[in-house]
């Protein structure tokens, strides 16, 4: 509930905000590391102002074989998934005479549908990559999530966001203080660093709270001139002249609560256009995950923001997964739409949009005793986007033989390429870094790809 009397009480000077914006610092998701960051220039590489990406983590480890199904391995059969398996002629052909897709995911077929693929006209813009991971995989969930967020698998006590580090070597957030975001209610850590990237649980709410009126005035108005001395409120505050001199970590105060009021701005000021309404007949999936879809497709239209993350959690399917229908299933459709949507709504966009989605690591290929599936190694990533050329990857006669399945421990689906090799080819190629700001975006990239070197080589799922 808000409470308007916390904005009269709050006195406009650099000490108080600091006294009584701790709250707010921690839901812009900040991380007080290092201030040498802010005097430092880091853009490795001119990137194209209009390029996006939406990244969708699947919390809980999605069972891949349930999704991008490998009819083509006879070890998929009623013997090892006999209260999960999906008859072929339930489930979605793509085409190449090996995979199909659950049902559920029909609605993810408008995008994937192309002459080529499927014979039905399409604009062959979704990659299905199947066996993707990582060397020596941990099957703890908050490992593995820590490792695809950061980019470090091993290293644990690595703190920093892989797609944060993306965002501070090329986009300049202290320049475009909306340049990304998570829409969470809680800090992603792909998106943790020093610079603040905000964490917005619903761009509504995303303000001080008290009336609309008084906290318009709080966060106030930028100078005329930069440091000039007729700003008002917050970011007159902080975006006037600099004081405290011989503090070590002014520059880290002044940019901090300077990006945090003009990012409150940026998103209330796209708030105050109006209700938002999606284009295209575009329906987004009911639920939190469904509005912030749609939150996410608002700001993309409104605001500068570039990348923006979400979860959707529950697909640690110990027992009970489903199998046309169930637990996964509502999952898997709640995606599905998720895209569908994305796509119709977002279409004078998507020739720059990626959309990306993620999960810690696929399930066991043999059914447990519960009527679920339990952690395993390799699983399932989507890739969509205007460059994308569509298809069914790591899944077919070429790359898959029979009894893979239970390739890894004789339990599991090996591996085929490394997460960070898919996010690799989406950084150069669609992003525009070169091999050097790759490295310094994923360090761990160098040493895996010569320990690995097959784990390494793009999909070429992009158009380079």
């Not at 901090?256 to 007949?281: C, D, F, K």
């Not at 999936?285 to 990348?307: E, H, N, Y």
């Given at each position: 509930?808000?409470d308007?009397?916390k904005i ?12 009584t ?5 921690l839901?812009m ?9 802010f ?10 102002e ?5 990244f969708?983590?699947?919390r809980?480890?999605n069972?891949g ?7 083509g ?5 009623t ?25 559920s995911?029909a ?7 192309h002459?080529?693929?499927t ?11 199947h ?7 941990s ?11 950061t ?5 644990p006590?690595f703190?920093e ?5 993306q ?5 300049n ?11 969470s209610?809680?800090q ?7 610079l603040?990237?905000p964490?917005?649980?619903n761009?509504e709410?995303?303000?001080f709270?008290g009336d609309?009126?008084?906290?318009g ?8 001139t ?11 505050t ?18 901090t ?9 940026i998103?209330?000021?796209a ?9 295209e007949?575009?329906?987004?999936p ?8 749609s ?10 923001v ?21 637990r996964?299933a509502d999952?898997?459709n ?12 977002l279409q ?6 990626m959309?990306?989605?993620?999960t810690e ?18 699983g399932v990533?989507f ?7 569509g298809g069914?990857y ?5 790359t ?20 960070r090799?898919?996010?690799g080819e989406?950084f150069m190629?669609?992003f525009?870094?070169?091999?050097r700001?790759?490295?310094q975006?994923i360090?761990?990239?160098a ?11 793009f999909?070429?799922?992009l158009?380079?």
């Amino acid at each position: 509930m808000k409470d308007s009397s916390k904005i009269s009480h709050m006195k406009c000077t650099r000490r108080e905000f600091l006294r009584t914006g701790s709250m707010t610092a921690l839901g812009m998701g900040l991380g007080f590391l290092s201030p040498e960051i802010f005097k430092s220039k880091l853009l490795a590489n001119d990137v194209g102002e209009d390029t996006k990406m939406i990244f969708i983590f699947q919390r809980g480890g999605n069972d891949g074989v349930n999704t991008l199904i490998p009819y083509g391995d006879p070890e998929y059969n009623t013997s090892n998934r006999p209260s999960l398996y999906i008859p072929p002629a339930r489930a979605i052909d793509l085409g190449n005479g090996f995979a199909s897709l659950h049902p559920s995911m029909a609605p993810m077929m408008e995008i994937y549908d192309h002459s080529s693929l499927t014979g039905i006209d399409g604009p062959g813009n979704l990659a299905v990559i199947h066996r993707v991971g990582y060397a020596d995989p941990s099957k703890s969930h908050f490992d593995s999530q820590r490792y695809w967020e950061t980019g470090m698998p091993g290293d644990p006590t690595f703190d920093e966001g892989m797609i944060y580090r993306q965002v501070a070597l090329t986009m300049n957030p202290m320049e475009n203080n909306l340049v990304a975001a998570g829409m969470s209610s809680n800090q992603m850590v792909a998106l943790r660093g020093p610079l603040p990237i905000p964490t917005i649980q619903n761009p509504e709410t995303f303000t001080f709270s008290g009336d609309p009126l008084e906290v318009g005035k709080f966060i106030g108005q930028l100078p005329g001139t930069p440091q000039g001395t007729d700003g008002t409120g917050l970011l007159g505050t902080y975006g006037g002249m600099p004081d405290f001199s011989e503090k070590l970590y002014r520059d880290l105060v002044y940019g901090t609560g300077l990006a945090l009021a003009n990012a409150m701005s940026i998103v209330q000021e796209a708030v105050a256009q109006g209700p938002y309404e999606p284009a295209e007949g575009a329906v987004y999936p009911g639920g939190s995950f469904g509005d912030r879809l749609s939150q996410i497709a608002m700001l993309i239209k409104r605001t500068p923001v570039r990348v923006l993350g979400v979860n959707i959690g529950g697909w640690d399917t110990h027992t009970n997964q489903g199998q046309i229908n169930g637990r996964q299933a509502d999952l898997l459709n709640q995606v599905a739409q998720g895209y569908q949507a994305l796509f119709r709504d977002l279409q004078e966009q998507w020739d720059k949009l990626m959309i990306v989605t993620m999960t810690e690591f696929g399930r066991t290929s043999k059914e447990n005793g519960s009527a679920g599936t339990d952690h395993a190694h390799a699983g399932v990533m989507f890739v969509a986007g205007g460059r994308v050329k569509g298809g069914v990857y790591n899944c077919d006669d070429a790359t898959w033989s029979a009894g893979d399945l239970f390739s890894d421990n004789e339990r599991y689906i090996r591996r085929r390429t490394d997460f960070r090799a898919v996010f690799g080819e989406i950084f150069m190629r669609h992003f525009g870094d070169s091999r050097r700001t790759l490295e310094q975006v994923i360090p761990s990239y160098a040493q895996a790809a010569l320990d690995n070197p097959g784990d390494f080589e793009f999909l070429n799922f992009l158009l380079a």
